[in-house]
């Protein structure tokens, strides 16, 4: 998702981007690779989800990302997110409504930080709301589908037609890429977190932290631009 990096900023227009298409699979996986190790906002997210709440907590979170970068992905295929991208009012809405949503998840991790730990084994009910507000935090920001309009038609086959097919694959396949990466960082966050269950006193502290840090991904994104479309 556009969390990985900013390379290729520019949202390339469909006759343009096919001209420059067909690059080889190969080439396609290498750098969507790169993009995928690239630590992002999307990285750091999961990661604070799992120091708040624990393994389980970042896996669901993990999901609900990689749900929420697919919806991008099929609305980058059938042209909605173009369209977004083109309105500069449709692009504010959507994009206001995820950062407040980010702020909002913040300062709730925050409040609850002050409570008892959770036990790692989460219930299905805290699992299901992580996984929902994961789909929510990807769904809602804009800047993915930007990204995603940038990097995949670089790589779309003119020859073999049927963009919109080629784009919704090469999506599949770097949301994947994507998730593999997010859920690396969340067993090592929950590593991290196990260790610091050791020193009760400081975990309160690190659950701030992730709160504000969640906060501070809403903010960001609030003061995100409008890629140029032309």
Do not use: C
């Amino acid at each position: 998702d556009e969390d990985r990096t900013r390379a290729g900023s520019g949202v390339l227009p469909g006759t343009v981007a096919l001209a420059v298409g067909g690059a080889s699979p190969s080439l396609f996986l290498l750098a969507a690779l790169i993009i995928a190790a690239i630590p992002g906002p999307g990285i750091f997210y999961v990661a604070a989800r799992t120091l708040s709440g624990g393994r389980k907590t970042g896996v669901a979170s993990t999901f609900g990302t990689a749900l929420g970068g697919l919806v991008h992905v099929v609305a980058g295929g059938l042209g909605v997110s173009a369209i977004i991208l083109a309105s500069a009012q449709l692009f504010t809405v959507l994009k206001l409504i995820g950062a407040l949503y980010l702020v909002w998840l913040g300062i709730r991790a925050f409040r609850e930080a002050g409570h008892q730990l959770p036990p790692e084994p989460i219930g299905p009910t805290g699992a299901k709301r992580a996984f929902r507000e994961g789909v929510l935090v990807e769904a809602l920001n804009p800047k993915t589908a930007a990204f995603f309009l940038a990097f995949i038609p670089q790589f779309l086959d003119p020859a073999a037609g049927s963009p919109a097919v080629q784009f919704m694959a090469l999506g599949l396949i770097s949301v994947a890429l994507n998730t593999s990466a997010d859920v690396i960082v969340v067993i090592l966050a929950a590593k991290a977190r196990t260790n610091l269950e050791r020193r009760p006193h400081f975990v309160p502290r690190v659950r701030q932290g992730s709160g504000l840090f969640i906060a501070g991904l809403g903010l960001s994104l609030a003061l995100a631009r409008r890629p140029a479309t032309g």
